[in-house]
């Protein structure tokens, strides 16, 4: 990241970040939920079905995705999966038949995982640098994160704008399409053409016998498990506001949004810190304030008069959630992990990683419904700070193992900011 910021290299870093476009689409059901129902003329039901196509093909694909990484060139797989998603978005926006909606949303999901999750990661590591992962994948999810909000304020103005909701929704539908396809325009025009390494021992099965043989890409797969399970345990903080300290639905929503808006300050951040301190000392500081939040969360007074204390929490939360998601994959950098099996490594880190997402939800539902709300939330937040305290254990093992490399990988940033 230490090459000049020239024009062309700051298109190359946008094209990086179009995953905040990518993932609009399929993620945004719930902000325009009634409109859905009435576009595609389907039940409550048939669109969770929608949703869950999506869902479910992404879940189980992005193991394919990392091999795939490995195997094709990052900027031809960017430029299909922009091409692809934009296609399907358009067609997606002309609102077919409930049997083909269920298709392109399982279109997408295999476009969003087994084409673009893994080289889009594998594409900000090239663009970075070896050993500047911290600040190429932090400020990669903050600037995501920034066109994410931008994107969703100008979706919201046109379908306010629109002559009847079903219209507005179309249009936001085919604004998401038109900006993809843009995007996918410019990776084509501006992206390296990065090399494939293709020889004997960087064949798909020897990528895989090296990535499962690897304890460090075990390491940070069981670091990001346990990380997420406090992700997913945040998310229950506006119905733990609302039924404890009795805010408004309004507010609620408003406590919601902060998620929107905080969490580019943290992945600014844990890029920037990443490269004083080094990427999973970084990664360490921001969970220990995170184990922390959540064990105040699960034993502070709960009396109306602190919800104020709240809305900072949860300010504070989002932040330094942003920071964490922003180096997730970051220590494979610290873990001499090569840039020729990094789209396997980011896989399988994934596959396991992500795992909490689609498990815990059900099991916090679960807690919520079994006992009251009293007891049920601080037992979700003692879980999220647990989960989090075994992550900083494996986090102090992955730095113990690599301690020689994170100490050279330090010393050569040293140089590079003294010109030395």
């Known amino acids: 990241m230490k090459q000049k910021w020239t024009l062309k290299r700051v298109i190359q870093f946008c094209c990086l970040c179009g995953a905040g476009l990518m993932y609009y689409v399929p993620y945004g059901f719930s902000i325009y939920y009634d409109t859905f129902i009435e576009a595609f003329g389907v039940s409550n039901a048939q669109l969770g079905a929608i949703q869950s196509a999506y869902t479910m093909v992404s879940m189980f694909t992005y193991f394919f995705g990392g091999l795939v990484a490995d195997k094709f060139s990052a900027r031809k797989l960017l430029v299909f999966s922009y091409v692809g998603t934009a296609a399907l978005t358009f067609w997606f926006g002309m609102f077919p038949a409930y049997a083909v909606a269920l298709l392109i949303m399982g279109l997408m999901g295999f476009i969003n995982t087994v084409t673009f999750y893994s080289a889009m990661m594998k594409g900000v590591r090239i663009f970075a640098g070896e050993g500047n992962e911290g600040m190429g994948m932090g400020w990669q999810e903050a600037f995501r994160c920034l066109v994410a909000s931008g994107a969703s304020i100008l979706a919201m103005f046109l379908f306010s704008q629109s002559a009847d909701d079903i219209t507005g929704l179309r249009n936001v539908i085919w604004l998401f399409a038109a900006a993809i396809l843009a995007i996918g325009i410019l990776s084509f025009i501006f992206l390296e053409r990065d090399v494939v390494t293709q020889d004997a021992d960087h064949n798909l099965m020897n990528n895989l016998r090296i990535c499962f043989k690897d304890v460090n890409i075990w390491l940070i797969s069981l670091i990001v498990a346990c990380l997420y399970m406090s992700n997913v345990a945040i998310r229950f903080m506006t119905p733990f506001a609302t039924s404890i300290f009795g805010i408004t639905v ?171």
């Open 250 to 420: 309004l507010m609620g929503a408003v406590l919601g949004n902060f998620r929107e808006y905080m969490r580019p300050f943290g992945a600014f951040a844990a890029g920037s810190l990443s490269t004083r301190v080094g990427i999973t000392k970084a990664m360490f500081i921001f969970s220990a304030i995170f184990c922390v939040l959540n064990y105040g969360l699960a034993f502070m007074p709960q009396s109306k008069s602190l919800v104020y204390v709240i809305f900072i929490m949860a300010a504070v939360g989002w932040i330094v959630l942003g920071a964490m998601r922003g180096l997730y994959f970051a220590p494979i950098g610290e873990a001499n992990i090569s840039m020729a099996i990094t789209g396997t490594a980011v896989g399988i880190i994934a596959t396991i990683g992500y795992i909490p997402d689609a498990v815990m939800p059900m099991v916090y539902g679960k807690i919520i419904d079994s006992f009251p709300p009293e007891r049920a939330y601080p037992i979700i937040f003692t879980i999220a700070g647990t989960s989090i305290l075994l992550g900083l254990v494996l986090m102090l093992v992955f730095m113990k193992r690599n301690k020689k490399s994170i100490a050279a990988l330090m010393e050569k940033k040293r140089r590079e900011a003294t010109g030395s």
